[in-house]
């Protein structure tokens, strides 16, 4: 393997997994590390001069390549920009910054020759971008769903096991560092949406614009929803999803009802777990850990061993880089989703009240797969029904009807169910 000079902008969590590693790793060299703050002390001893202007790396003729694990959007894009321009190739890890500006960053790229490698910016240690990209090279890609944010998993999985409620559950995980001290982007599913821009990317050719993702959060999944989707026979999850429809590209997020036999209802703790189908190899699914100090660095340092053995063969680049569009994805409608629903509402407790929902679902297309009603205490009743598959426009259609009935108390959840190869 030719001996490679690289340059690593960010010296936190992964960039320390990625010094270890690089010690066990011949051929490649790492010369100057970048970060904000120089005299900070750190896990680890950098085996090079830390600087905090990352320009000194940029500006250097003998760095071929910069791993970029600093985070964020700025300065990460003018920085990437920069090394791209001086034509560096690029390992990074930051998915915000992709699904922000990946069109322009992979335009740049390709323009200079460069390749970009992002295998570490979703899944953290599971090797989905390169299966998608090499592995399933002669598959169409039908759809890409999975668990895609460890903090949210070892949420929801406390949730059920420990029957607590988000804030304890959430607490919980930032007291053991699952969750950061801000876990907005994590529970609020931001985090979800970059990694689904990118992997539209990949699977699609095109990045999604992660605002236009259909995305909700898990803060308001309660104790008593695991309760009642275990009844029913599922499990639920924060799942990520993209996928080829007739009517283009739907992209979202949200928390979904699992069935219990599938694989993906037993990932559970900080894992993620991704489902990919192809046309041809059906459907496969990958486990393992999405985030984290050495799983991310083994991600990280994957890719420069593979750009450290192609370096010096003619057009590498291009072999390596997967052809994305200039251009943002278009996005369908998420009013034409098709699937079976999970709806837990408190109604107050009157005869023919559920006659009435039944009519109204009836007036909306929507038939209903179960129906459980459990008696409350102060004269109300919990309701919690399954829907046979039916598009999402409709269900939400009834939901304003049921919404303006004196019986209804409260709607108290609606999530969709997943169906394997939906
Ligand atoms: N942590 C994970 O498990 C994980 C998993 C998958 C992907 N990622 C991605 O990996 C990237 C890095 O994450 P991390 O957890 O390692 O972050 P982190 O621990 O916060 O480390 C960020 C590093 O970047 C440096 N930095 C920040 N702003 C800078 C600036 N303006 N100039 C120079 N250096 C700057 C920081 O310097 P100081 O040390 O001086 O503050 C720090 O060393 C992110 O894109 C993240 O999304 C992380």
Partial sequence: MAKVVVGMLGFGTVGTGVIRLLGETSGLHLKRVAVKNASKKRALT????????????????EIEVIIEVMGGEH????????????????????????????????KLAAAKGVAIFFEASVAGGIPLISTIHKGLEANKIMQVTGIL???????????????????????????????????????EAHDVAYKLSILTALAFGSFARAEEIYRKGISSISPEDFRQAKEFGYRIKLLGSTSRKSGGLDVRVLPTLVPLSHPLANVSGANNGIVVQGNAVGELMMIGPG???????????????????????????SYFQAAVSSEWAKLSDPGDWVCPYYLRLYVHDHPGVIGQIGTIFGSHGLSIRSIIQHGVDDGHA?????????????????????????????????????????
Avoid at 302 to 316: I, M, R, Y
Wanted: proline share 6%; hydrophobic share 45%.
């Fill in 46 to 61: 950098a085996p090079c001069p830390v600087t905090e202007n990352p320009m000194e790396l940029i500006d250097d003729p």
């Fill in 149 to 187: 944010n460890g903090t949210t998993n070892f949420i929801l999985s406390s949730m059920e096991e420990k029957s607590e409620d988000f804030q304890t559950a959430l607490a919980a995980a930032q007291a053991l560092g699952f969750a950061e001290a801000d876990p907005t982007s994590d529970i």
């Fill in 291 to 317: 985030a984290g100090e050495m799983p991310t660095a083994s991600a990280i340092v994957g890719d420069l061993v593979n750009l450290a053995t192609a370096l010096k063969l003619p057009d590498f680049a």
């Fill in 75 to 106: 300065p990460a894009l003018e920085l990437l920009r920069a090394a791209i321009e001086k034509r560096k190739h690029i390992v990074t890890a930051n998915k915000e910054v992709l699904a922000k500006h990946g069109p322009e960053l992979f």
């Fill in 382 to 422: 919990s309701v919690t029904i399954v829907t046979h598959a039916v598009k999402e426009a409709n269900m939400q259609a009834a939901i304003q009807d049921l919404s303006k009935k004196e019986f209804l108390k409260r709607m108290a959840a609606c999530l969709p169910i997943y169906v394997s190869g939906n």
